[in-house]
């Protein structure tokens, strides 16, 4: 059984930064994938980041790229997600996850993460 905890979110105006940090064990259990997702309000919940934790392999939603950087520190056992000029419609709930199918390469899929962490809730208003 993993375990994965959020923690960093909260309100900010556009244009601001924020970082989410996420404490996972799968760090100390072997490799697979961490992401990063997020679920706003009356919205589908969308992968936006993810990193495999041995290549350290990135990949991004669009609607993040360039504004988001996902970075781990495996002797931390923590996932970090930066996240620069905040806008409004990146107000959501946002959450870690884990996937420990050792598939050959990270998905945004949310079928493929196996373990989720409770949430920590970002908003980006004036």
């Known amino acids: 059984q993993l375990h994965l905890k959020e923690s960093g979110g909260g309100s900010v105006q556009p244009g601001e930064s924020l970082t989410l940090s996420c404490v996972a064990s799968?760090?100390?259990?072997?490799?697979?994938?961490v992401g990063w997702f997020r679920q706003g309000p009356g919205k589908e919940r969308e992968g936006i980041a993810t990193?495999?934790?041995?290549?350290?392999?990135?990949s991004y939603a669009d609607s993040v790229k360039g504004r988001f950087t996902i970075s781990q520190d495996n002797a931390k056992n923590t996932l970090y997600l930066q996240m620069n000029n905040l806008k409004p419609e990146d107000t959501a709930m946002y959450y870690c996850?884990?996937?420990?199918?050792?598939?050959?390469?990270?998905?945004?899929?949310?079928?493929?993460?196996?373990?989720w962490g409770q949430g920590t809730q970002v908003t980006v208003s004036i």
């Open positions: 996850a884990a996937d420990t199918s050792r598939r050959y390469y990270c998905t945004l899929g949310r079928a493929d993460y196996n373990y």
């Open positions: 990193i495999d934790t041995i290549g350290s392999k990135t």
């Open positions: 799968i760090y100390s259990h072997g490799s697979g994938c």
